[in-house]
């Protein structure tokens, strides 16, 4: 009886001794894969940089853009690191990977290097046109605005109930609410619009916002 | 021939040669004089220099194209012609600024993403032309 209970103890005690060692170990790798983790997130944090443009590729792993130069990028997306948002308002909101498809305009925050991003995380965006050029000419029936900008394009601004306009005042340099019939052509307009995956015929937009620099600012 | 008569002919050969040579380099000089009068005078071309030389192109210091920043606000400043007028556009915000000296400085607000800003000065002379920057500038809050 006595040789059983020895037999007993003697396993017991090898048993806990194990399960320490092994629970100590496990211990030991926790700590090491979570000191790997936030060095690699440091190292992340210092060169991350971002850059956006639109969806035409998506594959497991991997997105590709084309931004606005129209260079092509390849993101890479890490199963374990990469997180996916939609921004909405001053929010942004976690979605899943498969919720980003092609034509969707992203920002991708992450490490650059050449033409290839480790993405750390992904957000679907808005994008926006912010340019300004010469009105060359006021289409009164059709509410549309011809501009030609510095660099010679030529934008179809039309202009809606909704497009926030507004003008200088020459005298007090101060920003005034305005309506389309005093826009004259020649005078200088800021215009934002909104961009989407289909290609605009003509460069024609419905505006967001304009700001007229009366061209009287000019002649002096 | 005559000693004598060799030394002569070479004498006035070479004082013909002189004669030459200086009345070819005075109608030279003339002509050129001549042309000159049609081509715009030198000190024009100086005064040409000074003034694009002095002239301050539209610089921005801050922020940097493509720049990650993590608060809804930013500093735009730079450096510009004096007495320009300054239009800062962004989807958000646009700001009008004079720029009493060459530079210039302004907080802008941000939305969260992208942000496309436009930064065009119009200097006051009519001489000169507007110039123009384009800056994205990602707002990205820090635990995203």
Same mark, same amino acid.
């Given at each position: 009886m006595k040789k059983i209970l020895l037999y007993c103890y003697i396993a017991i005690l090898l048993y806990g001794v194990t399960v320490n060692v092994y629970g100590q170990e496990q211990k030991d790798i926790e700590i090491l894969k979570e000191k790997i983790a936030n060095k690699v997130s440091e190292l992340r944090k210092e060169n991350n940089k971002a850059i956006s443009g639109r969806v035409f590729e998506t594959e497991t792993g991997f997105l590709k853009i084309k931004i606005q130069r129209q260079e092509e990028y390849l993101i890479k997306l890490d199963d374990a690191l990469t997180k996916y948002y939609t921004i909405a308002g001053n929010e942004a909101k976690e979605i899943k990977k498969e919720n980003i498809s092609k034509n969707d305009y992203i920002i991708v925050n992450g490490v650059i290097h050449d033409k290839t991003v480790d993405a750390n995380s992904v957000f679907i965006d808005e994008e926006y046109l912010v340019d300004s050029g010469k009105i060359s000419q006021v289409d009164k029936d059709n509410y549309l605005l011809k501009v030609v900008t510095s660099s010679k394009e030529e934008f179809n601004l039309e202009i809606e109930t909704s497009t926030k306009q507004m003008i200088l005042n020459?005298?007090?340099l101060e920003v005034e609410r305005t309506g389309f019939s005093k826009i004259k052509e020649g005078d200088t307009v800021h215009f934002v619009v909104k961009k989407t995956s289909e290609t605009s015929k003509d460069n024609r937009y419905s505006t967001i916002k304009i700001l007229i620099i009366p061209q009287e600012y000019f002649i002096k | 021939m005559k000693k004598e008569t060799i030394v002569a002919i070479i004498l006035g050969l070479l004082l013909g040669g002189m004669v030459a040579f200086f009345l070819i380099t005075k109608t030279s000089e003339k002509e050129l004089e001549k042309s000159k009068a049609i081509a715009p005078t030198s000190t024009l071309n100086q005064e040409k220099v000074a003034v694009v030389s002095g002239y301050q192109n539209l610089e921005i210091? @801050?922020? @940097?194209?493509e720049e990650i920043v993590d608060k809804e606000m930013v500093t735009i400043s730079g450096k510009v012609e004096k007495n320009s007028l300054i239009v800062i556009q962004s989807p958000i915000k646009e700001v009008i600024l004079n720029a009493d000296n060459n530079s210039f400085q302004t907080d802008f607000p941000l939305a969260l993403g992208e942000n496309v800003i436009k930064i065009v000065a119009y200097p006051h002379s009519q001489l000169l032309r507007s110039q123009e920057k384009e800056l994205r500038v990602y707002y990205l809050k820090n635990e995203l």
């Amino acid at each position: 009886m006595k040789k059983i209970l020895l037999y007993c103890y003697i396993a017991i005690l090898l048993y806990g001794v194990t399960v320490n060692v092994y629970g100590q170990e496990q211990k030991d790798i926790e700590i090491l894969k979570e000191k790997i983790a936030n060095k690699v997130s440091e190292l992340r944090k210092e060169n991350n940089k971002a850059i956006s443009g639109r969806v035409f590729e998506t594959e497991t792993g991997f997105l590709k853009i084309k931004i606005q130069r129209q260079e092509e990028y390849l993101i890479k997306l890490d199963d374990a690191l990469t997180k996916y948002y939609t921004i909405a308002g001053n929010e942004a909101k976690e979605i899943k990977k498969e919720n980003i498809s092609k034509n969707d305009y992203i920002i991708v925050n992450g490490v650059i290097h050449d033409k290839t991003v480790d993405a750390n995380s992904v957000f679907i965006d808005e994008e926006y046109l912010v340019d300004s050029g010469k009105i060359s000419q006021v289409d009164k029936d059709n509410y549309l605005l011809k501009v030609v900008t510095s660099s010679k394009e030529e934008f179809n601004l039309e202009i809606e109930t909704s497009t926030k306009q507004m003008i200088l005042n020459i005298k007090t340099l101060e920003v005034e609410r305005t309506g389309f019939s005093k826009i004259k052509e020649g005078d200088t307009v800021h215009f934002v619009v909104k961009k989407t995956s289909e290609t605009s015929k003509d460069n024609r937009y419905s505006t967001i916002k304009i700001l007229i620099i009366p061209q009287e600012y000019f002649i002096k | 021939m005559k000693k004598e008569t060799i030394v002569a002919i070479i004498l006035g050969l070479l004082l013909g040669g002189m004669v030459a040579f200086f009345l070819i380099t005075k109608t030279s000089e003339k002509e050129l004089e001549k042309s000159k009068a049609i081509a715009p005078t030198s000190t024009l071309n100086q005064e040409k220099v000074a003034v694009v030389s002095g002239y301050q192109n539209l610089e921005i210091s @801050q922020p @940097q194209d493509e720049e990650i920043v993590d608060k809804e606000m930013v500093t735009i400043s730079g450096k510009v012609e004096k007495n320009s007028l300054i239009v800062i556009q962004s989807p958000i915000k646009e700001v009008i600024l004079n720029a009493d000296n060459n530079s210039f400085q302004t907080d802008f607000p941000l939305a969260l993403g992208e942000n496309v800003i436009k930064i065009v000065a119009y200097p006051h002379s009519q001489l000169l032309r507007s110039q123009e920057k384009e800056l994205r500038v990602y707002y990205l809050k820090n635990e995203l």
